[in-house]
């Protein structure tokens, strides 16, 4: 999947891998240049806001003001001046004039979050202008007209909330002009298990999860969502007896429900077993229930995508199988390839020089001695093995760890330099033993 909504800085970078989730960012992308008011509805760290911001970067007023209010945390006595803005003298302690957060928004987007907290007095004035209207200042006397894009998002039922009379029903039209609902993260596997490594090998790279610690993930419900899943593996980190080698589920610290759940639901045998056959006709009976799809594999045997392809590879060299299943399409683009070569960076610091480390169509790791700005654009230089000439790509940095490691995120390619890179790609995937699916 072509990564083109998703912010670029590594604190914000959206992991986005399971089918719910890229419907969600293609509907966003579709209404990204439409001008309409857009509602986002989520539970609390689902990550609403970063779904607007988003959305705002990819419209056709990207170039101007992104402006956001949480409504739930201003005093209700507050929202209405901060919206709207004040004259001097206007109450007391306004000792100067002040535009309101539409003005200042004028021409971009203005973020209302928790929208369903608003007062409900705010919310008529905040439907006029939505309407078109034009508005006063508190305590003032001429009229402002502004042309700004309401983006608004909620944890709460605004259905319910408006046949209990405490919302109202037009102005939930209003900003429901497109609503997305983001899915909790417990029904999200896929991106689960992706945030979770991408924390652990942001700050330990070269670690992994157990299997038992991938069944806990899995069975607990994570009423925070995002939010708290980053903050439970960063705080298994800064606590694990040995992180440079593995998580554990004891590490993680979460509630005892989660720990009885995976233990009750334990696989016949899993992957830390001893019974090395009987172990390995459950790997490959999970490849074949999944069609090849080493996600959904490693998630049927309760471990982490690393762990499934160290077994993989373990069994190529013992001869074990001579295919080891097939790679879709799907699959294909998030396929890695270990690799270590020179590469050649430039960046505005200037020339860099260091090693790349893997490699995939959509983006690279590599070795540099230096501390680069996050976000920042950067052009690689480097040759693959038995390719006639070297390889220009372009990106922008999206993760770095305090061992010089950085993560590339490629921005479009030469169409020759992609299907250089795609041919390369798949003869490292046969080589490893996998078959792979044809577009057709």
């Not at 762990?307 to 790679?327: I, N, P």
């Not at 390889?391 to 061992?403: K, M, T, V």
Request: aromatic share 8%.
């Amino acid at each position: 999947m072509k990564n083109t909504l998703y912010p670029s800085t590594e604190s914000s970078t959206h992991v986005v891998l399971s089918a719910s989730l890229r419907k969600l960012f293609t509907l966003a992308q579709q209404v990204a240049r439409h001008p309409a008011s857009v509602l986002i509805v989520g539970e609390t760290g689902t990550g609403k806001e970063l779904l607007a911001r988003s959305i705002h970067e990819h419209s056709l007023r990207s170039a101007n003001s992104w402006i956001d209010i949480n409504c739930a945390a201003m005093p209700e006595h507050l929202v209405e001046s901060e919206l709207f803005g004040y004259e001097k003298g206007a109450f007391s302690g306004a000792d100067a004039p002040k535009p309101g957060l539409f003005e200042l928004a004028n021409g971009g987007t203005l973020f209302l979050d928790e929208i369903g907290d608003l007062d409900p007095k705010v919310q008529v004035k905040l439907l006029r202008v939505l309407d078109g209207a034009p508005y006063f200042r508190l305590g003032g006397s001429k009229k402002i007209s502004t042309d700004v894009r309401i983006g608004a998002a909620t944890n709460q039922n605004l259905e319910q909330l408006v046949r209990s009379g405490k919302f109202r029903g037009d102005l939930y039209h209003r900003l429901a002009q497109f609503r997305l609902d983001i899915p909790p993260l417990r029904e999200r596997h896929e991106d689960l298990l992706g945030i979770a490594e991408q924390v652990l090998h942001h700050h330990c790279p070269e670690s992994r999860f157990t299997g038992e610690a991938i069944g806990a993930m899995f069975a607990y419900d994570w009423p925070g969502n995002t939010r708290e899943l980053r903050n439970s593996v960063f705080r298994a980190v800064m606590l694990a007896k040995d992180p440079q080698r593995e998580i554990t589920a004891a590490d993680l610290r979460l509630p005892e429900c989660a720990s009885a759940k995976v233990t009750r639901d334990q696989p016949e045998v899993t992957l830390d077993g001893n019974w090395e056959l009987f172990e390995r006709q459950k790997v490959f009976e999970a490849l074949e229930q999944s069609s090849g799809n080493q996600g959904k594999a490693a998630m049927i045997l309760g471990v982490s995508r690393r762990t499934l392809l160290r077994k993989l590879k373990a069994y190529r060299e013992g001869r074990a199988e001579d295919s080891l299943g097939t790679l879709c399409i799907e699959q294909q683009r998030y396929y890695r390839a270990k690799i270590k070569a020179p590469v050649t960076l430039t960046h505005d610091e200037g020339l860099l020089e260091g090693t790349l480390i893997n490699l995939s169509i959509g983006g690279a790791a590599v070795f540099i001695p230096a501390a680069l700005k996050f976000g920042s654009l950067v052009k690689l230089c480097f040759r693959l093995p038995d390719s006639n000439g070297p390889s220009e790509l372009q990106g922008r940095i999206a993760w770095s760890n305090n061992d010089g490691d950085h993560g590339i995120q490629f921005s479009d390619m030469r169409p020759q330099v992609r299907t250089t890179l795609q041919h390369w790609l798949h003869a490292q995937m046969k080589n490893e033993g996998w078959h792979t699916e044809c577009a057709n």
